[in-house]
């Protein structure tokens, strides 16, 4: 392994710090995402059933044993019951503002990533190549012996490049559908417990 770094040059060094950034945010968003995860309609179902059977403390109490952002923002929305919907939209947005950077946590950082290794494993082939064309022009001569080097480190550096763009590229894209399943998932269901917490039968 270390060996594989040396040979592909300079560029190298920093397209192993990358690698090891991309597994990091892999395994936090992964973690995450496991911890975070509910079914939103179960949420909701059972939130309901709560705050109709037993009161919005009950619905509260339950939204805090489930944890993760969308209990924390139907939590939110709960703890305005009875003061009317423009103060419990009001509180789902607040809460929304600081839950949803939490699932975007690290994504954009990914993306970046992800961009920034293909340019740089490029960047490799191209001193790769200069250094080739060097070796040949103090040689005078055009053996395979004499650019070896250079094109090694070309090569190398432009797989290396394309090894961590494309699993950071495809688990941004993963972890960005999620995100997105799950706000609108969520602006579904607090439109409805909206709906459920101004019932009559409810207050």
């Known amino acids: 392994m270390i060996s594989f770094v040396i040979r592909g040059g300079v560029m190298m060094y920093p397209l192993v710090i990358a690698s090891i950034l991309v597994v990091a945010i892999i395994i936090d968003r992964l973690i995450y995402f496991r911890r975070a995860e509910v079914d939103e309609h179960d949420l909701f179902i059972n939130v309901k059933k709560n705050l109709k059977e037993a009161g919005p403390d009950a619905a509260i109490a339950y939204c805090e044993r489930t944890g993760g952002p969308v209990a924390a923002i139907f939590r939110a929305g709960l703890q305005q019951y009875g003061k009317g919907r423009e103060k419990i939209e009001d509180s789902f947005e607040r809460e929304a503002l600081i839950e949803v950077p939490k699932l975007k946590k690290f994504l954009p950082a990914l993306n970046t990533i992800g961009s920034i290794s293909t340019l740089m494993g490029f960047t490799g082939t191209v001193l790769g190549m200069i250094r080739a ?41 993963y972890f960005s559908h999620r995100v997105e399943s799950i706000l609108l998932e969520l602006e579904k269901a607090s439109r409805n417990l909206i709906d459920v917490m101004e019932e009559p039968e409810s207050v």
């Open 133 to 173: 064309f060097n070796s040949i022009a103090q040689a005078g001569t055009t053996s395979a012996g004499i650019v070896a080097g250079g094109i090694g480190e070309a090569l190398t550096t432009t797989a290396a490049g394309l090894v961590i763009a494309i699993p950071a590229l495809i688990a941004y894209h």
